[in-house]
């Protein structure tokens, strides 16, 4: 590793000269890589898929606290010392049923539990201070929901952007956010710079569906397919949803199920959006109203930029191959990446070094898959010219 520093990077020499550098060389080295990458043809340049998974921190759980966690754990204690309580008055009404032993041993337990109150109480006065979440051991890892688990991980949330035909990782980022909602365009556009490209194909989930991010992504010429999550209950329920409306952009009105004119009616700005309402006249005497709202009128909300969404939709019905090509592209990724890793993952603290030990593992995942496309002689034919 030491030599491939060396070669990557000249003006450091020894793994001391990296870390006085405080972690900005590591991560370097990778970047370094990720150029001559894209120098040997490596990467497509056309498509990338974007995913993001929850990586554990050197935190235990039980060290990280919320304001829940700290009252259910409050609730507990005060529970445990409301028996203990018990017990010992129980023992100064007949102290032959409980030994002297038994009731030193609760006093000493009483007493415990009310030091961890006392501490549990400091934390939460620090929790306004630290965003609500505070973690002992490594200050900067959250508590986060993993998908489909029903638990949460006290970790990071690592991104990557992955080329979907070399199958190399183009690009990756470190946050402790726990959703994926604000990545978007922030990750396409490393992808894009890494691959040196003006344009390019982002695949990612529907964790990562937000209308503002897909509009930032067609203003800086990246083309997003990003499902829309399924949230509406109409469907469910056996009505009609949004998608049974078709919009007529010329007109600025919506054509309902039952032929009808949803005509504009009004403007709002909600949660910094500007939008459009519409609803047609003749809900009250539609014979098929039943399925389609319980309300007086079927109202239909559009965001000003909704455009940009529709056309993303259109690109996504003529391409049905994106979300198994997204799976295999980037999943396997993360599976490879935490089976080296072993059981603990990280083993750094602090974001600033979680970052560098992970810029190591993906030059680790990066070199492999070179050696595996072109070999291992050309790889250091390349790294040596």
Not at 136 to 142: E, H, K, Q, V, W
Not at 284 to 306: M, S
């Amino acid at each position: 590793m030491v030599w491939l520093t060396g070669r990557l990077m000249p003006d450091f020499k020894t793994i001391a000269d990296f870390r006085k550098d405080n972690g900005a060389a590591f991560r370097s080295v990778c970047g370094r890589f990720i150029e001559l990458c894209r120098q040997l043809r490596l990467f497509s340049g056309a498509m990338v898929a974007i995913d993001g998974s929850k990586f554990k921190a050197v935190n235990n759980r039980d060290r990280n606290f919320t304001e829940g966690k700290i009252k259910s754990r409050m609730e507990h204690l005060e529970k445990a010392v409301k028996q203990y309580l018990d017990d010992l008055d129980r023992a100064d009404r007949e102290p032959t049923l409980i030994p002297d032993a038994r009731v030193s041993h609760l006093k000493e337990k009483i007493a415990t539990i009310k030091s961890k109150m006392r501490q549990l109480a400091k934390i939460q006065e620090q929790l306004p201070a630290t965003e609500g979440q505070l973690s002992l051991t490594d200050p900067d890892a959250r508590s986060m929901n993993s998908a489909g688990k029903g638990t949460g991980t006290v970790g990071y949330n690592v991104q990557t952007a992955v080329d979907t035909k070399n199958h190399m990782i183009v690009a990756h980022a470190v946050t402790n956010t726990g959703h994926d909602r604000a990545q978007l365009t922030d990750m396409a556009t490393l992808a894009r710079e890494a691959c040196g490209r003006k344009t390019l194909t982002a695949l990612a989930d529907r964790g990562y569906f937000s209308g503002e991010e897909i509009l930032r992504c067609s203003q800086v010429g990246i083309v997003p397919l990003v499902p829309k999550p399924l949230t509406s209950g109409s469907r469910a329920d056996g009505r009609f949803d949004k998608r049974d409306f078709v919009f007529n952009a010329k007109r600025n009105e919506y054509r309902c199920p039952a032929g009808e004119r949803a005509i504009w009616r009004m403007t709002t700005i909600e949660h910094g959006q500007k939008l459009h309402r519409y609803w047609p006249s003749a809900c009250p005497r539609c014979p098929i109203k039943a399925r389609c709202t319980p309300a007086d009128y079927r109202r239909i909300t559009r965001w000003e930029h909704e455009a940009v969404l529709e056309s993303m939709q259109r690109r996504l019905d003529r391409t049905p191959e994106a979300s198994r090509l997204r799976r295999q592209t980037v999943e396997h990724t993360f599976g490879t990446l935490k089976a080296w890793m072993g059981s603990t993952h990280f083993l750094t603290k602090t974001l600033p070094r979680v970052r560098t030990e992970m810029s190591f593992h993906v030059l680790a995942y990066n070199l492999k898959r070179a050696m595996k496309l072109i070999g291992t002689r050309a790889l250091i034919q390349a790294i040596r010219a």
